[in-house]
């Protein structure tokens, strides 16, 4: 997650940082409003704490340098997925 998402969801070592976090992340582990045009389901559009957020995927080797040369390969991909606020995209 971004610098903002994070700021958005305060210190998580109290309860109420800790339930924003895990309500953030249960609701991009459930979406599921993907558009027809993206069969990847690499990105999506989401409203949390009453405003417009973005999560996108994507596919690394697994140094974390390089793009992946074969994303559909989970032994040369490694995946990183970033939440963000949807004025940081």
Known sequence: MTAGI???IGDVTTWSGW???AELL?????FDAFSPDSPERD??????QEAVCYFK????DPSLE??????ADPAVTARVLTIM???EY
Request: hydrophobic share 35%; glycine share 14%; charged share 30%.
């Open 6 to 8: 994070a700021g958005g």
């Open 19 to 21: 339930r924003k976090r």
């Open 26 to 30: 249960r609701t991009v582990r459930d």
């Open 43 to 48: 990105f999506g559009r989401f409203e949390w």
């Open 57 to 60: 995927i994507d596919y690394y």
């Open 66 to 71: 390089w793009g992946s040369a074969n994303p």
């Open 85 to 87: 606020w949807a004025y």
